[in-house]
């Protein structure tokens, strides 16, 4: 829908279709098999080639400068197939939105001009955390001119495969946190296998611990908070855009279905209720299209009070998705439980985004208390 | 006052009270002691899970995920040796005879820590289940008297149950949609038995049982009319054992291809058929034949809404551990209050559920399957008796035509279909209570952990895939539901018609 609004994003949405059918749709199975099977390195390194995971880093820092909606427009069809690589692109972004806001443009252009491969781009993070909400973050002590990290950092998203990692980290006593650009093959950090997750399998975490491990401050000390709140907010609408992709994928391969598989003699959407299940799911799919297209548009024009509404848009296509997945799965009966259909496989992925950015109750607290106009640490219990 | 006529009029008024309000009318009509009965079930479900279950449960999981061929020989053999697998055959065929309510329970808290496992026990007995409600009783003591055997002997006899083919899963399920339906599995007549073409999916540990309860059809444009129930044994030539699924979830208990090409099945092996039904009554095959399937599946939907509570209580209670021991801005989890109301709710949807199982293990107990086994005196007399007794006494008794005769005559012929709409109207109800609180309490429980809840280590993304299954097996929930309407609402409604759009 947000091609139709703005058409110039179209070759984004073909060429990240193509990318999907070409590379992704055959091997769906086959690539959520990790960690229990090879990791998809070929497709991240093309994902790399055709620019997308620097679609919103600005042209000067070696990204190809769009804006969200470029973002969302590539998420929704590449989660369409698959949500894997999707978690790698919207943690990337997320990784370079939180630098940006941080305002750290030299640290940017050092890291992803100069990169030479997937690698090298990859910014690792703990994409599916508040890092404020955290109690247990790494320490950091400044030494002279850097800054040394010690501690645990679960979660990491890309950790295992990322050259870097931007870190949130507590900084002695002062309030809040601040983050840190670390470089991930120095000495002092150990990582976990790959943990094993309900979704997005492809797009690995690791739990990680720093021993003494140099780091280099991003933006002010004790501001991590301001550069996350405001990078989340349009990372909010990105991670919808996810699961939106996932509804429809979801939704076209149950229709599909349905047109073929017979019961009672007749195909199984002929059957009213199978009927009702369907276009419950492509209402929700609509409904969360209409959603991604308006936040984009509210933040392109940077329209009041735009964040509250990614936000909102954000948390309601999740719960859209939690339950057109669910039926997704029911529409194809036993089949849909088994992986040689994509259902399955969808249900788990949109579990995983809707975590995105910290957990659901949470983030509606922090809304109303912020439309309130409440100080976020006076909640009552 | 009104009286007695008057009383009588209007509860038989919709919704009539003897078909909503069951556990009133079982209660003063249970055995004391099978209160008793049910709370050491319990104990023996909570202390497997402590030895067994829970040790297991993650890394079963992760070990199926890297070996997809692994099947649970291992978790069989414990099984086995603590005798799960005759806890609920009938002392008369040799088991242990514990009350048939009391596996709802069993599944229960065995499910809450994980439904794989449970039903690497649990389908067990929906075999067994399509196996007894045959009233057959030759047969049934010939295959049961393996299953003791295997007990006693260390090697697992297993039973297993196949009806779902690749073209047709609720189609073969209910017999207003069979004969429409993409049937393939011919049981073609000939002299001294039958002979079995086609394939089985889908099939709950078909690999590992020794014997499957197979359902053909001697006409698959009849099907309905034409019902064959068979015993398969492992080992039989032309049964074999094609590939297992690679399931989301559930995935220490496999889900088994059965291919039958040319294979004889004897006579003394066919549980059912048109030939045998007719001996005993004259009402419509059809009817019939809905009505075994029904006998079978109103017990075994009401265990599958237990298997439901189970990953809803599952979900609950590592909610609350998580919530117990996490700080959210400096506070504990557990004394926010919107953590609190979520795990209210959650707990909530546990009791619901469990409720809705109960009641229809009231409604099978009062009105059908477990009627008979449950009437005082018999309940009392199989409790008390030596099982020499049984095997001296009755057994032989079993081995006679007129035993299975008459059994069949109680259990379809004069059984109304008040009784069976009864019975299968709430057992439908608990199973898609029990399955969606399931599927629910799961998705809560994630959305209040947050990342944590992501981790396979975790256990509680583990009970989300599980849980997915139960909406499906045992009819889809939505089959289900229109089940429910078929029973409980439409008899009051003749304009109603149910599979007819």
């Given at each position: ?381 | ?64 995920h890297e070996d997809p061929d692994y099947l649970p020989w291992d978790l069989v053999e414990k099984a086995n040796k603590r005798g799960f697998y005759s806890m609920w055959i009938p002392k008369i065929f040799g088991g242990k005879g514990y009350n048939l309510p009391s596996m709802s329970y069993f599944s229960e ?229 919107w953590a609190q109301c979520m795990l209210a709710e959650m707990y909530k949807n546990v009791m619901v559920g469990r409720l809705a199982y109960i009641e229809a293990n009231y409604a099978n107990s009062l009105r059908g399957a477990y009627k008979l086994l449950q009437l005082k005196p018999m309940y009392y007399y ?120």
């Amino acid at each position: 829908m947000l091609t139709s609004f703005q058409p110039y994003l179209k070759p984004f949405d073909d060429l990240a279709s193509s990318f999907a059918a070409r590379e992704l749709v055959k091997k769906i199975e086959e690539h959520d098999k990790y960690p229990f099977g090879p990791f998809f390195s070929e497709v991240l390194d093309k994902a790399y080639e055709v620019g997308f995971l620097g679609i919103v880093l600005s042209e000067e820092f070696g990204g190809i400068g769009q804006g969200i909606g470029a973002l969302c427009v590539i998420l929704d069809k590449i989660c369409q197939a698959d949500s894997s690589l999707g978690g790698i692109i919207f943690t990337n972004a997320l990784s370079q939105e939180i630098m940006h806001s941080a305002g750290e443009k030299q640290v940017l252009k050092k890291i992803f001009t100069k990169a030479v491969s997937a690698c090298e781009f990859l910014v690792a993070y703990p994409s599916f955390c508040n890092p404020g909400q955290m109690v247990k973050l790494p320490e950091a002590k400044q030494t002279g001119k850097d800054f040394l990290l010690t501690g645990t950092l679960d979660y990491l998203v890309l950790g295992g495969i990322a050259s870097r990692a931007l870190v949130p980290a507590k900084l002695g006593d002062k309030a809040g946190y601040s983050f840190f650009l670390v470089d991930l093959s120095k000495k002092g950090i150990e990582k976990s296998e790959p943990i094993f997750s309900l979704g997005l399998h492809s797009c690995p975490a690791v739990d990680v611990v720093f021993k003494s491990v140099k780091a280099q401050l991003i933006g002010e000390e004790g501001k991590g908070s301001i550069y996350f709140d405001e990078a989340s907010k349009k990372m909010h609408v990105a991670a919808g855009a996810m699961n939106t992709g996932i509804m429809k994928g979801s939704f076209n391969e149950a229709l599909a279905y349905s047109k073929e598989r017979l019961q009672g003699g007749c195909e199984i959407i002929n059957w009213s209720e199978v009927s009702m299940i369907l276009s419950n799911m492509l209402v929700k799919a609509n409904v969360a299209d209409m959603c991604v297209t308006q936040a984009c548009q509210a933040i392109d024009q940077n329209s009041k009070e735009w964040g509250k509404n990614c936000v909102a848009a954000a948390l309601h296509i999740h719960e859209l998705a939690c339950d057109a997945v669910t039926d997704g799965i029911q529409v194809l009966g036993g089949n849909g439980y088994m992986k040689d259909y994509g259902q399955e496989k969808r249900y788990r992925d949109a579990r995983q985004i809707q975590a995105l950015l910290g957990t659901a109750p949470m983030k509606k607290i922090a809304m109303i208390r912020e439309a309130a106009g409440l100080d976020d640490t006076c909640a009552q219990v | 006052m009104l009286s007695c006529s008057e009383v009588s009029t209007r509860l038989s008024q919709y919704p009539k009270f003897e078909d909503t309000m069951l556990s009133l009318q079982y209660a003063p009509k249970m055995p004391k002691a099978m209160v008793m009965e049910t709370k050491q079930v319990i104990a023996i479900a909570r202390q497997f899970n402590d030895e067994v279950a829970r040790p297991l449960a993650l890394a079963l999981d992760r070990k199926t995920h890297e070996d997809p061929d692994y099947l649970p020989w291992d978790l069989v053999e414990k099984a086995n040796k603590r005798g799960f697998y005759s806890m609920w055959i009938p002392k008369i065929f040799g088991g242990k005879g514990y009350n048939l309510p009391s596996m709802s329970y069993f599944s229960e808290e065995v499910g809450s820590v994980c439904l794989g496992i449970m039903n690497v026990i649990g389908v067990h007995y929906l075999g067994v289940a399509g196996l007894l409600t045959s009233y057959n009783t030759p047969l049934i003591k010939r295959v049961l008297k393996e299953v003791i055997q295997g007990e006693k002997n260390g090697k697992p006899c297993l039973v297993a149950l196949a009806i779902t083919e690749p073209g047709a899963g609720t189609d073969v399920e209910e017999m207003d949609l069979i004969d429409k339906g993409k049937i393939t599995c011919l049981a073609k007549r000939v002299k001294g038995g039958y002979i079995v073409n086609g394939r089985k999916i889908f099939i709950s540990m078909g690999h590992v049982s020794t014997w499957t309860a197979l359902y053909g059809y001697t006409d698959l444009k009849n099907a309905s009319e034409t019902t064959v129930g068979m015993m398969m044994k492992q080992g039989m030539k032309g049964f074999t054992l094609g590939s297992h699924e690679n399931k989301m979830g559930q995935r220490v208990c496999p889900a088994s291809e059965l291919i039958f090409e040319d294979c004889f099945v004897p006579d003394e092996q066919v549980i059912v058929d048109a030939q045998m039904t007719r001996k005993y009554t004259k009402k419509p095959l059809k009817e019939i034949n809905m009505r075994y399937m029904d006998y079978a599946l109103s017990a075994t939907r009401a265990g599958v809404g237990a298997f439901g509570v189970g990953a809803a209580r599952g979900a609950f209670e590592h909610a609350l551990k998580f919530a117990n021991e996490t700080e959210l801005n400096g506070k504990l989890l557990i004394n926010h209050q919107w953590a609190q109301c979520m795990l209210a709710e959650m707990y909530k949807n546990v009791m619901v559920g469990r409720l809705a199982y109960i009641e229809a293990n009231y409604a099978n107990s009062l009105r059908g399957a477990y009627k008979l086994l449950q009437l005082k005196p018999m309940y009392y007399y199989q409790k008390y008796m030596p099982q020499a007794y049984f095997d001296k006494v009755i057994s032989p008794f079993l081995e006679r035509e007129s035993a299975t005769w008459l059994l069949r005559k109680m259990a379809y012929d004069w059984h109304s279909l008040a009784d069976d709409h009864c019975c299968s109207g709430w057992a439908s109800l608990a199973k898609f209570t029990g399955t969606d609180i399931g599927v629910r309490n799961c998705q809560m429980a994630l959305e209040l952990m947050g990342q944590a809840g992501l981790r396979q280590d975790r256990g509680v993304e583990k009970i989300l895939r599980d849980a997915k299954l139960v909406q499906i097996y045992e009819g889809t929930n939505q089959l289900n539901r229109l089940n429910l309407f078929k029973c409980l609402i439409a008899p009051a409604y003749p304009q109603a018609k149910v599979f007819e759009e």
